[in-house]
């Protein structure tokens, strides 16, 4: 799966073997600037909204750089994509949240192994968002996707999925 998560575009003039080398280079960089600005998370409110919106504009800003070499699909894409969806439930902008979600949602099922909690986590969040937003047929199904991996990984009388459940029944 090493080449599905590291996957260059197909264009019809492919990039060098440096130009690959440096937008890896450029990814890791910005994926450990992220990191490190995360970490002024306990400053006030204001200023974290503020800092919220320059992380999500780095984000968007390497996403569209990355894209033009990596895939989707790609793990410096999937990061920073996760990156960006994070953001955009931090400043509660639900519709950036589930379109980031709905990116990184096909990628994930296809590198992590059928029964991941990883899958199951993004599948929940997806659910909630679409409830959030209204779209009930869209938000059942992505929780009961959601559940039918936790079953698996869980055991079908985890409390998480007892949660699930009510929550279903609720809406």
Known sequence: ???????????????????????????????????????????LCL???LLACELLEICELSLD?????????????????????????????????????????????????????NVASMWLKLGRLYMALENRTAGVNALKKAIAIMEVAHGKDHPYISEIKKELEDH
């Open 65 to 117: 750089k990355m894209g033009a070499v990596f895939e989707d699909s790609n793990v410096y894409m999937l990061h920073m994509m996760y990156q960006a969806m994070g953001v955009c439930l931090y400043v509660q902008d639900w519709e950036g949240a589930l379109r980031y979600g709905q990116k990184i949602i096909r990628p994930y099922s296809k590198h992590y192994p059928s029964y991941s909690l």
């Open 47 to 49: 200023t974290l909204t």
């Open 1 to 43: 799966q090493d080449k599905e998560k590291l996957e260059i575009r197909k264009l019809s003039d492919p990039p060098s073997a440096e130009t690959v080398r440096d937008m890896i280079k450029y990814a890791r960089n910005v994926i450990e600037e992220f990191r490190r600005a995360k970490h002024y998370k306990y400053i």
